[in-house]
């Protein structure tokens, strides 16, 4: 019986030249990698906001700065329990575009003092 280790049964030699696991490393490198893509996946989508709330954050940029962060929380809150419609979501997207509110130029936000500003930005009825 020989007692080299390259005749048991169940050796496997590594594969140094294509560079890819082997042997006892081969499947928790492959569960690594798999759990490292579902959370990546599951990062990608938390940190995505509808087009609505996304408006409506970009509203909160305009009220007074100790008040912005109560007005950012009212927006999540009320997009948690009001599910907006595809309809109302394609208006939203349609109101990012023309709502030119800039966070860093809080002059922009005298757009929402004209009637043309109001509906660029969806607050007019």
Request: net charge negative; with cysteine.
């Given at each position: ?8 049964p169940?050796?496997r030699?590594p ?10 490393f081969?499947h928790?490198?492959?569960?690594a990698?798999?759990?490292t ?5 599951l ?12 408006l409506s954050e970009r ?9 912005r ?6 927006v999540?809150d009320?997009e ?10 394609a208006?939203?997207?349609?109101r ?7 966070a ?5 936000c005298?757009l929402?003092l ?7 930005c969806?607050?007019?009825?």
């Amino acid at each position: 019986m020989s007692s080299r280790r390259s005749d048991h049964p169940t050796f496997r030699p590594p594969l140094l030249a294509s560079r890819t696991p082997s042997g006892i490393f081969a499947h928790p490198m492959r569960r690594a990698t798999a759990l490292t893509l579902l959370c990546s996946a599951l990062l990608a989508l938390a940190g995505c906001k509808s087009p609505c709330r996304q408006l409506s954050e970009r509203l909160c940029d305009c009220v007074e700065a100790f008040q912005r962060d109560d007005c950012i929380q009212a927006v999540a809150d009320r997009e948690r329990s009001l599910e907006p419609t595809d309809e109302d979501l394609a208006a939203c997207e349609e109101r990012l575009d023309t709502c030119k509110i800039d966070a860093n130029d809080r002059k922009t936000c005298d757009l929402l003092l004209t009637d043309e500003g109001k509906a660029a930005c969806g607050l007019a009825r």
